[in-house]
């Protein structure tokens, strides 16, 4: 990060980012740092997990396993999945832009716990330390480590559990923090319903951080137990039962798939108004949706293992609440249609991403009920319909929710504005390539490819050279995005204290804020929606 | 260092800020627990039998002994707890030696116990009976080693003159979390010690 021809005021200008050398990082407790330093880690095994998936797209350019041994394939999905999920999609937007703007949305100074922050960013480090340390024998069980096969798999599966305890602990430190900030941390006047709606899906982001991660804490815990000491809870020679693995599993990784999203929704719900120059279209509707996809999302996680021999009873009822999951989340993307409705759009790149977002996630939420109903997901199950589904909500939704964030509060975080042509060609890279990836999957999924095989039945040919075309797309889009960001860190214009001429009390703050965020505590007389209005 | 948090908000709020901290970290902690206690209820359905015959062979003279243990630790916590709200520092240090006393009293009891299981070839793995019962209590075993850490720590800050009438949350915080470690022995005892 450097600066340059600005070494006069350079101390004032470069705001928290001052002060220079690692010590300044590393024992920093500023949450603004400890944001950036979530984003740079995120964003690194982002890449990393992204390029285990190109590979995964070469082998499967042919029928037959060409490139690759079937267990190295088996590894390398293992890793692009959990490396995506543990290490990218569960932290990224709640501890990288959620640490960086949740004190900045409030009016606050700081997160409640400081010392805590920082303690969960360095709990979160030791953690993929120790999962790197895995690879001497790398898993090859998929990311959901089932038991029977990860209880005997040769894999390095205890110190993989570790590793994934600690970035748990991390997790729960993290939301603990939030849920303090967010209750007592409030500007003067900042209500619960004056709060930008970034802040009520973070809140409802933490309560199931909070509330699921310690089950799959102690799953792991005793998945670790099982291996070393012989306890037998998911053993059916002992008497135990591997599907109970798959219920603790599923307890935590369902509500999970809400950390992932719920965040993204609620930086889609402050670009879009923003960009519309329109106050957004029911407020509450949208804040207490987010409550209420947190709830439901605990009731629900055994839509996962339909085929996995749960009782007829239970399956019904499974898949009867899963349906009810499909309201708050249709809430949300009709209030924001609302909000487009009859404003004045601009298409910037947070913008873009932000259009894109609800485009896809209208997709991966569409294909949903066809999972979530008894009789088609028995002929989906484990196909590559699945595979599609989650990457158009995980992908299409949070990472594209992720990159509007990005877009959106760069010159926040940085002082410097993006390059807006380089990020809308980026933009259309990523764009094209993502559903050329992935809507092919849709068509060989409904034709019954099977997913996480090496080997496919020569039929689905075709598809899967299109897929792999498309996710080289995806891959440039995303290396220039990067690149882009490089270089508006090194010579981007300096930005403005409020480039998108919005509301919400971050951009009160100088770009980028100082250590402090603000010199006095802002007080709050009016939600930060009032755009078009005479306070626009 | 960049970024200093409790000078800026005034005490009162920090004050609830860490009990409500404290709190929810306790929600997380039944959590973690539950999934154990889910495991039991479930073998315990499943298999009445291996409970009935297994649970005879744990030592519940030994059992009731350390729940009277935890009992008078929680109450000397409380008591550590009144002496700081009226200054008293030299009082909350008795109290809370105490309590670390306590503490690692349970835990030799607790080591005498496993040590005879260990001695009759009864191990975590030996049936799911043992296997329930070591997990859990062997996870509140690490809680309570947690505690008498958290507990040493705030004597160290009343030892270094840290504390007083007016800034006691340190001792109130580890006191609900020390109540907590009491709590979920009063569920496993009777599950695990007494329940045939």
Same mark, same amino acid.
């Given at each position: 990060?450097?600066?340059?021809?600005?070494?006069?005021?350079?101390?004032?200008?470069?705001?928290?980012?001052?002060?220079?050398?690692?010590?300044?990082?590393?024992?920093?407790?500023?949450?603004?740092?400890?944001?950036?330093?979530?984003?740079?880690?995120?964003?690194?095994?982002?890449?990393?997990?992204?390029?285990?998936?190109?590979?995964?797209?070469?082998?499967?350019?042919?029928?037959?396993?060409?490139?690759?041994?079937?267990?190295?394939?088996?590894?390398?999905?293992?890793?692009?999945?959990?490396?995506?999920?543990?290490?990218?999609?569960?932290?990224?937007?709640?501890?990288?832009?959620?640490?960086?703007?949740?004190?900045?949305?409030?009016?606050?100074?700081? @997160?409640?716990?400081?010392?805590?922050?920082?303690?969960?960013?360095?709990?979160?480090?030791?953690?993929?330390?120790?999962?790197?340390?895995?690879?001497?024998?790398?898993?090859?069980? +998929?990311?959901?480590?089932?038991?029977?096969?990860?209880?005997?798999?040769?894999?390095?599966?205890?110190?993989?559990?570790?590793?994934?305890?600690?970035?748990?602990?991390?997790?729960?430190?993290?939301?603990?923090?939030?849920?303090?900030?967010?209750?007592?941390?409030?500007?003067?006047?900042?209500?619960?319903?004056?709060?930008?709606?970034?802040?009520?899906?973070?809140?409802?982001?933490?309560?199931?951080?909070?509330?699921?991660?310690?089950?799959?804490?102690? !799953?792991?815990?005793?998945?670790?137990?099982?291996?070393?000491?012989?306890?037998?809870?998911?053993?059916?020679?002992?008497?135990?039962?591997?599907?109970?693995?798959?219920?603790?599993?599923?307890?935590?990784?369902?509500? $999970?798939?809400?950390?992932?999203?719920?965040?993204?929704?609620?930086?889609?719900?402050?670009?879009?108004?923003?960009?519309?120059?329109?106050?957004?279209?029911?407020?509450?509707?949208?804040?207490?949706?987010?409550?209420?996809?947190?709830?439901?999302?605990?009731? @629900?996680?055994?839509?996962?293992?339909?085929?996995?021999?749960?009782?007829?009873?239970?399956?019904?009822?499974?898949?009867?609440?899963?349906?009810?999951?499909?309201?708050?989340?249709?809430?949300?993307?009709?209030?924001?249609?609302?909000?487009?409705?009859?404003?004045?759009?601009?298409?910037?790149?947070?913008?873009?991403?932000?259009?894109?977002?609800?485009?896809?996630?209208?997709?991966?939420?569409?294909?949903?009920?066809?999972?979530?109903?008894?009789?088609?997901?028995?002929?989906?199950?484990?196909?590559?319909?699945? @595979?599609?589904?989650?990457?158009?909500?995980?992908?299409?939704?949070?990472?594209?929710?992720?990159?509007? +964030?990005?877009?959106?509060?760069?010159?926040?975080?940085?002082?410097?504005?993006?390059?807006?042509?380089?990020?809308?060609?980026?933009?259309?890279?990523?764009?094209?390539?993502?559903?050329?990836?992935?809507? !092919?999957?849709?068509?060989?999924?409904?034709?019954?490819?099977?997913?996480?095989?090496?080997?496919?039945?020569?039929?689905?040919?075709?598809?899967?050279?299109?897929?792999?075309? +498309?996710? @080289?797309?995806?891959?440039?889009?995303?290396?220039?995005?990067?690149?882009?960001?490089?270089?508006?860190?090194?010579?981007?214009?300096?930005?403005?204290?409020?480039?998108?001429?919005?509301?919400?009390?971050?951009?009160?703050?100088?770009?980028?804020?100082?250590?402090?965020?603000?010199?006095?505590?802002?007080?709050?007389?009016?939600?930060?929606?009032?755009?078009?209005?005479?306070?626009? | 260092?960049?970024? !200093?948090?409790?000078?800026?908000?005034?005490?009162?709020?920090?004050?609830?800020?860490?009990?409500?901290?404290?709190?929810?970290?306790?929600?997380?902690?039944?959590?973690?627990?539950?999934?154990?206690?889910?495991?039991?209820?479930?073998?315990?359905?499943?298999?009445?039998?291996?409970?009935?015959?297994?649970?005879?062979?744990?030592?519940?003279?030994?059992?009731?002994?350390?729940?009277?243990?935890?009992?008078?630790?929680?109450?000397?916590?409380?008591?550590?707890?009144?002496?700081?709200?009226?200054?008293?520092?030299?009082?909350?240090?008795?109290?809370?030696?105490?309590?670390?006393?306590?503490?690692?009293?349970?835990?030799?009891?607790?080591?005498?116990?496993?040590?005879?299981?260990?001695?009759?070839?009864?191990?975590?793995?030996?049936?799911?009976?043992?296997?329930?019962?070591?997990?859990?209590?062997?996870?509140?075993?690490?809680?309570?080693?947690?505690?008498?850490?958290?507990?040493?720590?705030?004597?160290?800050?009343?030892?270094?003159?840290?504390?007083?009438?007016?800034?006691?949350?340190?001792?109130?915080?580890?006191?609900?979390?020390?109540?907590? $470690?009491?709590?979920?022995?009063?569920?496993?005892?009777?599950?695990?010690?007494?329940?045939?």
């Amino acid at each position: 990060m450097e600066s340059i021809g600005q070494t006069g005021t350079d101390r004032h200008d470069r705001g928290y980012l001052a002060e220079r050398g690692w010590r300044s990082w590393a024992f920093t407790l500023d949450h603004k740092r400890i944001g950036a330093m979530y984003l740079w880690t995120t964003i690194a095994f982002f890449l990393i997990g992204g390029l285990f998936a190109l590979l995964l797209r070469l082998e499967l350019l042919s029928p037959q396993t060409r490139y690759f041994s079937n267990h190295a394939y088996n590894v390398f999905f293992t890793l692009h999945g959990s490396m995506m999920i543990f290490l990218f999609i569960i932290p990224a937007i709640p501890s990288g832009l959620g640490n960086f703007f949740i004190p900045l949305h409030i009016g606050a100074r700081d @997160v409640a716990f400081p010392r805590l922050n920082l303690a969960s960013y360095w709990i979160f480090a030791a953690g993929f330390l120790v999962i790197i340390g895995s690879l001497v024998a790398p898993m090859d069980t +998929g990311w959901t480590f089932y038991t029977p096969y990860s209880a005997k798999s040769a894999a390095a599966v205890t110190t993989l559990s570790l590793g994934l305890f600690l970035v748990g602990l991390s997790s729960i430190l993290t939301g603990l923090n939030f849920l303090v900030t967010i209750h007592k941390m409030r500007a003067p006047g900042m209500t619960w319903h004056r709060m930008p709606l970034f802040l009520w899906s973070m809140y409802a982001t933490s309560i199931i951080q909070v509330i699921a991660t310690p089950v799959v804490g102690v !799953t792991f815990l005793l998945l670790a137990a099982e291996r070393l000491l012989g306890v037998g809870f998911y053993d059916p020679s002992k008497g135990g039962d591997p599907v109970l693995f798959q219920h603790f599993f599923w307890f935590y990784s369902h509500p $999970v798939v809400y950390v992932m999203i719920l965040p993204a929704m609620g930086i889609i719900s402050e670009v879009i108004p923003v960009f519309s120059r329109k106050p957004i279209f029911g407020y509450n509707a949208i804040a207490y949706s987010s409550l209420a996809i947190a709830f439901l999302g605990f009731l @629900v996680w055994g839509h996962h293992m339909f085929t996995s021999g749960m009782s007829p009873l239970a399956n019904t009822i499974f898949s009867f609440l899963t349906f009810f999951v499909a309201v708050p989340t249709a809430v949300k993307v009709f209030n924001w249609i609302a909000t487009l409705y009859k404003g004045s759009i601009t298409l910037e790149s947070p913008m873009l991403y932000a259009l894109t977002f609800i485009f896809l996630f209208a997709v991966g939420g569409l294909t949903g009920p066809f999972l979530g109903a008894l009789a088609t997901n028995v002929q989906l199950h484990d196909t590559y319909f699945v @595979v599609a589904h989650f990457h158009y909500t995980m992908m299409g939704g949070t990472v594209m929710g992720f990159f509007a +964030g990005l877009h959106y509060w760069f010159p926040k975080m940085t002082g410097k504005m993006l390059n807006e042509k380089v990020a809308r060609l980026a933009w259309a890279l990523i764009f094209v390539g993502f559903n050329v990836t992935f809507f !092919t999957m849709f068509i060989v999924g409904t034709r019954g490819m099977p997913r996480r095989y090496a080997e496919y039945l020569p039929k689905f040919h075709t598809e899967n050279v299109i897929s792999t075309i +498309g996710s @080289v797309v995806l891959a440039a889009g995303i290396l220039l995005m990067c690149w882009n960001f490089l270089q508006g860190l090194r010579k981007g214009a300096p930005a403005p204290a409020n480039p998108w001429r919005a509301l919400s009390l971050e951009w009160k703050a100088a770009s980028p804020p100082e250590t402090e965020n603000f010199h006095e505590i802002p007080v709050v007389t009016a939600w930060p929606y009032g755009y078009g209005t005479t306070k626009a | 260092m960049t970024g !200093t948090s409790s000078e800026h908000h005034d005490p009162a709020v920090a004050f609830e800020s860490a009990k409500l901290g404290v709190w929810t970290f306790l929600a997380t902690e039944v959590l973690l627990f539950g999934a154990l206690f889910t495991a039991y209820t479930i073998f315990r359905m499943k298999y009445p039998e291996l409970f009935r015959v297994e649970h005879a062979k744990l030592d519940r003279v030994l059992g009731a002994v350390n729940t009277v243990v935890l009992i008078t630790s929680s109450f000397t916590v409380v008591l550590g707890v009144d002496a700081i709200r009226r200054g008293k520092t030299r009082l909350l240090e008795a109290y809370f030696g105490a309590t670390i006393l306590l503490a690692a009293v349970f835990l030799c009891v607790k080591y005498v116990e496993y040590a005879a299981k260990f001695h009759h070839g009864l191990y975590p793995g030996t049936n799911l009976f043992f296997s329930l019962y070591f997990m859990m209590t062997g996870l509140h075993g690490a809680h309570v080693l947690l505690g008498m850490a958290v507990l040493t720590y705030v004597l160290v800050l009343s030892r270094r003159g840290r504390l007083s009438e007016n800034y006691y949350t340190p001792v109130e915080m580890s006191g609900l979390y020390w109540h907590f $470690v009491d709590l979920v022995w009063i569920y496993l005892f009777p599950l695990l010690y007494l329940v045939g």
